[in-house]
């Protein structure tokens, strides 16, 4: 069964300072990712998705993440964190097959002023 | 477009009860999805529903159930309450299945 592993319950960053939350899926076939965050007492916000084509993917509010099939990796990074980035992100792999999303544990990330 | 709304957005009950939370995806979305979110299990899907049909369900007892309208509108259903049963739970909406998911505040149910 396909299972996601995003190391580190919590990171603390600076303001200004480069945001990198990792996650790694198992499979050997590539599947879609994604990477979600949620604010307290918010539902989650689509962050960005790879499903084919270009392997560095952008997304809103200035994150990107890249697939590195060779890693089977898609860490999220963000070159300088803003105070508004603290928030609960997750990763999420789907299936290619029955599009189930497999859900990581959660990265909280805490920006110091 | 108005996004994915849940209703209620916080619920009270006590053990034994049965709830109903409804769900209304974005207009034009065909699938729902259904999640529960808890400190210690994190995130785990319940059940998807496409077409009124229910077409991937997850790990929960029978006690979880759900269903879609025409207008493609969901419920679930969570029938003699547990403890356990505290948790956010999620509804997301695609306008197929294998697409994006977008996501509703989240219903807030606490069982006493």
């Known amino acids: 069964a396909q299972s996601v592993t995003q190391l580190g319950s919590h990171v603390s960053v600076s303001e200004g300072a480069l945001v990198l939350l990792r996650c790694n899926y198992s499979?050997?076939?590539?599947?879609?990712l994604f990477w979600y965050v949620q604010y307290p007492n918010q539902g989650l916000q689509l962050l960005l998705k790879?499903?084919?084509?270009a392997t560095l993917v952008k997304g809103i509010n200035g994150f990107e993440a890249e697939f590195k099939k060779s890693e089977t990796s898609f860490h999220l990074t963000k070159p300088s964190a803003h105070m508004s980035d603290a928030a609960e992100y997750f990763c999420a792999v789907s299936d290619r097959s029955n599009y189930q999303l497999i859900w990581g544990a959660g990265t909280k990330l805490i920006i110091k002023p | 477009k108005a996004g994915v709304t849940q209703t209620p957005r916080y619920l009270i009950k006590t053990r034994g009860q049965q709830v109903t939370l409804s769900c209304s995806p974005i207009s034009g979305h065909r699938s729902v999805s259904w999640y529960q979110q808890t400190p210690g299990q994190g995130l785990q899907f319940l059940f998807e529903y496409f077409s009124e049909t229910q077409r991937n369900k997850g790990n929960f007892p029978g006690r979880f159930s759900g269903r879609q309208f025409s207008n493609s509108r969901s419920e679930m259903n969570v029938s003699t309450l547990e403890l356990g049963d505290s948790a956010l739970y999620l509804c997301?909406?695609?306008?197929?299945?294998?697409?994006?998911?977008?996501f509703g505040p989240g219903t807030r149910l606490t069982v006493l």
């Open positions: 997301a909406s695609s306008s197929k299945s294998g697409d994006t998911q977008y």
């Open positions: 499979s050997s076939v590539p599947p879609y």
């Open positions: 790879y499903t084919t084509g």
